[in-house]
């Protein structure tokens, strides 16, 4: 293993990965080959924690590994000291809408925020309260004072200018000017002890709040966060992360295949229209401390009838397709395909998730060269295999192989490889989550 895996990252790797799902917590674990794609989000991070901004496509088939480069990008922006947020798209949540579906996308941005210091819920509330303290602390200086004396009421109109001195410089203005309101508010809630007014400012902030009868009367907010200036939220929220100290704000897309899927044309090009925006806008700094990626596969890029290339703008943009299966190594590219892995990173994986399944199970499994390569080849010979075969189910099959083992301690290896196959090789089907094939053309 590349660094030692701890018993609570064993635990979240092993039940994911037998869920069928990629892991949270831990990934850096199981990264192989893909050291190209590490060193450019490296340098793409590096660029926006000065003030820039980009945009990349994760392409791949479906089980190829798109959600796992999701998550290595937000474990290394994270350790980078970066804001992350890594969400699904689906139906509810798209990049336009008339009905609440654009607001819904950008508060379960909101709502999936985390922090290398907080994974685990809640990261929003502890940035607003990280950095009112530090305002605190420069007005305490300041006044000579504790900055615990900030928190009251002689010095609320001191620190109500200070949070609003910071959010209308934003090069981004949107809704800056209320989103710092929202601060003071939460401010507010700290200075009187009030709890209900800190979860009213929490909800605005988070797009939470319907109307703008209900900002004016609970908050005095005269707009509120919709469908219609939600980017902008996101884009004042960037900054406002950059000025607290943090890198900048990593948004990841998953499942982009669901905007693909829209049966109504008018919808998917009002959608993709907005992509092109936020692509213009990241491509030309625009937007500052903003990195945005989005996990796709071939078809919802390239498909030229439904995909984002049937909007003649972004085609222009995205590139050709044959350049995706081209041999050559170009990672500067907007649209990245997720090569396969070659059989030899497959073997390093098989490896890494031994030691892994150990720690998470305290057992002492130990697979020869010769079985992992059996175990290698009899996935390769099964009928699909060259078309259908992905990382993700040579690794669930190969859990369930170990778990074999673990249960059947008297059984030998190999025979436990070749029962798990069987004599026939029963083919591999084409993943369920793949139904690019099924949509009904509208």
């Known amino acids: 293993?590349?660094?030692?895996?701890?018993?609570?990252?064993?635990?979240?790797?092993?039940?994911?990965?037998?869920?069928?799902?990629?892991?949270?917590?831990?990934?850096?674990?199981?990264?192989?080959?893909?050291?190209?794609?590490?060193?450019?989000?490296?340098?793409?991070?590096?660029?926006?924690?000065?003030?820039?901004?980009?945009?990349?496509?994760?392409?791949?088939?479906?089980?190829?590994?798109?959600?796992?480069?999701?998550?290595?990008?937000?474990?290394?922006?994270?350790?980078?000291?970066?804001?992350?947020?890594?969400?699904?798209?689906?139906?509810?949540?798209?990049?336009?809408?008339?009905?609440?579906?654009?607001?819904?996308?950008?508060?379960?941005?909101?709502?999936?925020?985390?922090?290398?210091?907080?994974?685990?819920?809640?990261?929003?509330?502890?940035?607003?309260?990280?950095?009112?303290?530090?305002?605190?602390?420069?007005?305490?200086?300041e006044e000579n004072v504790s900055t615990q004396a900030i928190f009251s009421v002689d010095y609320q109109k001191k620190m109500t200018d200070k949070i609003l001195d910071v959010t209308t410089s934003f090069s981004s203005v949107g809704i800056s000017f209320e989103l710092g309101q929202a601060i003071v508010k939460y401010y507010e809630g700290l200075v009187f002890e009030d709890r209900l007014l800190k979860l009213k400012?929490?909800?605005?902030?988070?797009?939470?709040?319907?109307?703008?009868?209900?900002?004016?009367?609970?908050?005095?907010?005269?707009?509120?966060?919709?469908?219609?200036?939600?980017?902008?939220?996101?884009?004042?929220?960037?900054?406002?992360?950059?000025?607290?100290?943090?890198?900048?704000?990593?948004?990841?897309?998953?499942?982009?295949?669901?905007?693909?899927?829209l049966p109504v044309k008018q919808s998917r090009e009002r959608n993709y229209e907005k992509i092109l925006n936020i692509y213009n806008e990241c491509k030309s700094n625009t937007v500052k401390y903003l990195f945005i990626n989005f996990g796709a596969t071939r078809r919802t890029i390239f498909d030229e009838y439904r995909g984002l290339a049937s909007y003649g703008a972004l085609k222009t943009r995205l590139g050709d397709e044959k350049a995706m299966d081209s041999k050559l190594i170009n990672t500067n590219r907007t649209v990245l395909p997720l090569k396969p892995l070659t059989n030899e990173e497959i073997f390093t994986l098989l490896e890494y998730l031994i030691s892994i399944y150990n720690i998470h199970y305290q057992t002492e499994i130990i697979l020869s060269y010769s079985e992992i390569q059996l175990y290698m080849e009899e996935q390769l010979n099964r009928p699909g295999a060259d078309e259908f075969l992905t990382p993700r189910a040579v690794i669930k099959d190969f859990i369930e192989i170990l778990d074999l083992i673990r249960q059947n301690p008297s059984e030998d290896n190999t025979s436990l490889i070749l029962q798990k196959f069987g004599k026939d090789r029963i083919p591999i089907e084409k993943d369920q989550d793949n139904l690019d094939d099924e949509i009904e053309v509208i």
């Open 1 to 141: 293993m590349k660094s030692k895996v701890n018993k609570k990252e064993a635990n979240n790797i092993i039940s994911a990965l037998e869920a069928g799902v990629v892991p949270i917590k831990g990934i850096r674990h199981l990264l192989v080959g893909r050291s190209s794609e590490v060193t450019e989000v490296m340098g793409i991070l590096e660029k926006v924690s000065t003030g820039n901004s980009d945009i990349r496509f994760w392409v791949g088939d479906f089980g190829s590994g798109k959600s796992f480069m999701l998550r290595t990008i937000e474990s290394i922006a994270l350790q980078k000291n970066f804001v992350v947020s890594t969400i699904d798209l689906t139906p509810t949540r798209r990049f336009y809408a008339s009905d609440g579906k654009a607001k819904a996308l950008y508060s379960e941005i909101v709502d999936n925020i985390v922090l290398q210091t907080s994974q685990d819920g809640n990261a929003l509330n502890t940035i607003l309260e990280e950095w009112l303290y530090q305002l605190a602390s420069i007005i305490a200086n």
């Open 201 to 261: 400012a929490l909800r605005w902030i988070r797009g939470d709040i319907e109307t703008k009868t209900e900002s004016k009367r609970e908050l005095g907010i005269n707009k509120i966060i919709n469908d219609d200036n939600w980017y902008e939220a996101l884009k004042n929220l960037s900054e406002l992360f950059a000025s607290l100290g943090y890198a900048g704000l990593v948004i990841n897309f998953d499942e982009a295949v669901n905007l693909y899927k």
